[in-house]
């Protein structure tokens, strides 16, 4: 058994890294069937980057160039270099604010996955906990889907059901998201490197368990 190879996850953040810890603790305990082999941020202090190397995993900043909302061409390159040279089956995106374009998405075609704070298709983008709030919708979530070129627009392949209470605010649906989220991606990575995943157009279906 253990001489078989693990499935390889890179994770890319932005930020606190809650869900990395989520993904990592989740493989640890073997609930799900892989390791974080790498993480890298755009954010030379992001607190993903102090989480990884708390649990020993390699972790790197690589300089985003000079746009806001994506990587240059230069460091789409590192970011797809640094993956490739860990060996990385999927990359996961947690908390990453950045578009990706072709170099990553082609270099990681159908290997790329990102969780998003809302039940999409409704509210991609910024904040999508705020848009729920102020849309006034009674039930809200997060959703794990495959990243294609558009913002959070790629084949949905899990999501978990929040509900907005009368008397929520911002933090407080946030909070509440964030701790669905935290469950639901590490169920869906297994599946992943489980190997039950299937994707057909938009429609991702999941194989049971043998
Ligand atoms: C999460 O809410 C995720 O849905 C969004 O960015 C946030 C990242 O949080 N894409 P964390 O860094 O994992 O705590």
Redesign the pocket.
Known sequence: MSDLRRFRIGVL??????????IAQACATGIVPAEVALVLSDCPD???LARAKERGIPARYIPPGPFKTKLDDAAERAYVEALQAAAVDLVA?????RVLKSTLLNAFAGRIV????SLLPSFPGLA??KQALDYGVKVTG?TVHFVDAGVDSGPIIGQQIVPVLDDDTPESL?AR??AA??ELYPRCLAAIARGQVRVQGRRVTFQRAA
Do not use: D, Q, V, Y
């Not at 953040?13 to 989520?22: D, L, P, T, V």
């Not at 995106?93 to 604010?97: D, V």
């Open positions: 953040g932005s930020g606190k890294g809650s869900n990395f810890e989520a992001a607190g993903i995106l947690a908390g990453f604010m990102n969780i998003h704070p999508a906990w997060c946030h998201i964030h989220e935290h």
